[in-house]
Structure formats: C-alpha cells, structure tokens
C-alpha cells in the first residue's frame, strides 16, 4: 500500500507547475516588450547605444523616437522626402529605402497599439499581481 501514488497530488503538481509555466511567460512577455522597446539608452531603429538627449539640446528637433545621429539623420530625410524634398546627393534614398522607413513606423505604431491594449494591460496588473514587493 506505500507505493501508491496519490491522485490528488499528481493533479496538483501538475497545476502547480503549469502556473509556473505561466507565470514564467508572462514575465517574459512582459520584460520583451518593456525592456526592449522602452530603452532610452539605445536607438529604437538600430539599437546602437546611445547617451540620453536632454530637450535642451540645441538646433535639434524633436521626434518622435530615440535615435542615433546616422538614424536620426535618415529619419529627417525620410521625412523630407515624403514632403517632395530631401537629399538629392543620397541616391541610395531609394522607394525601396522609404517602404523600410514606412513598414518600420508602422511596426512601432503596431508596437504602441499592443502596449496599449486591454490585454497587454491586464497581464502587466497579472504580473503586478503575482510579483514579490521588493
């Protein structure tokens, strides 16, 4: 009668080790999406490292994204092109150069969308939930 194995704990176990699978998705789900978009310390277009800007830095515009100077560069003659101008020297500036720049603004709006949704917000409070108070 020793070696019987107990029903209710196997099913427990179970459980328990499901939702710590879960648990451990959520956190990284989590920590991909906060950690790797929101880092002001890397360009958002190629990751390069970067310093912080401050909004006092002079002669400079200000964007929407974090970027390195050749991006940043880049983004502003994108955004000179859309408007019929931009630099005539850059041909490599090219349609297939401006549907990168296209597909990448519309991957950070996708991006945006999906931080801000219902769901994305009910697994950051899960997570908030779950998470030890340090």
Not at 44 to 52: L, V, Y
Request: proline content about 2%.
């Amino acid at each position: 009668m020793a070696d019987i194995i107990s029903l209710d704990d196997k099913l427990e176990t179970s459980r328990e080790k499901k939702a710590s699978l879960r648990r451990r998705q959520k956190a990284v789900s989590v920590r991909r999406v906060v950690q790797c978009t929101n880092c002001s310390f890397k360009c958002e277009k190629c990751g390069t490292q970067i310093e912080p800007k401050t909004d006092a830095a002079e002669g400079r515009l200000k964007l929407p994204y974090q970027f390195c100077e050749a991006c940043e560069d880049e983004y502003v003659d994108y955004i000179e092109r859309l408007q019929g101008r931009g630099d005539a020297d850059c041909y490599w500036h090219n349609d297939a150069w401006l549907d990168c720049w296209r597909k990448w603004i519309d991957y950070q709006g996708s991006l945006d969308r999906y931080v801000k949704s219902k769901e994305f917000i009910r697994l950051l409070q899960e997570f908030k939930q779950s998470s030890p108070e340090t």
